[in-house]
């Protein structure tokens, strides 16, 4: 007998995002994500570190609370945060993400502190 394996988290009451990839002529996809690799700080880590070949969107959902929503504005601004204050280098791609999501000018992403956005 085959087990099932669940869609939803094991834990009551969590909140997952998933990474809305582009794999160019393949197509765009939702990148398979462990269930303990699944939360916000992880996945801005991901994004800033290039672990994602070309992200466009992030979704959060909750399955006990009943919700879910685009939350790729949050984590790009997330992200944004996480290189400005670690003084990190931004990679082309994660530029992109980021001039998408907030418009952020692609020359400045990793390097400017004083814009707010």
């Not at 700080?41 to 070949?53: D, K, P, R």
């Amino acid at each position: 007998m085959r087990t099932k394996i669940p869609l939803a988290p094991r834990e009551p009451d969590v909140t997952v995002h998933i990474v809305l990839n582009d794999f160019g002529p393949l197509g765009s996809a939702y990148v398979e994500t462990d269930e303990a690799e699944a939360d916000e700080a992880t996945i801005v880590e991901n994004i800033l570190s290039g672990q994602y070949s070309h992200p466009m969107r992030v979704i959060a959902f909750n399955t006990a609370e009943g919700w879910s929503r685009d939350v790729t504005e949050d984590i790009a601004r997330a992200v944004l945060t996480k290189a400005r204050n670690e003084n990190r280098s931004v990679a082309i791609v994660v530029q992109e993400f980021l001039d998408r999501s907030l418009g952020v000018p692609e020359r400045t992403a990793g390097n400017s502190r004083s814009q707010e956005y």
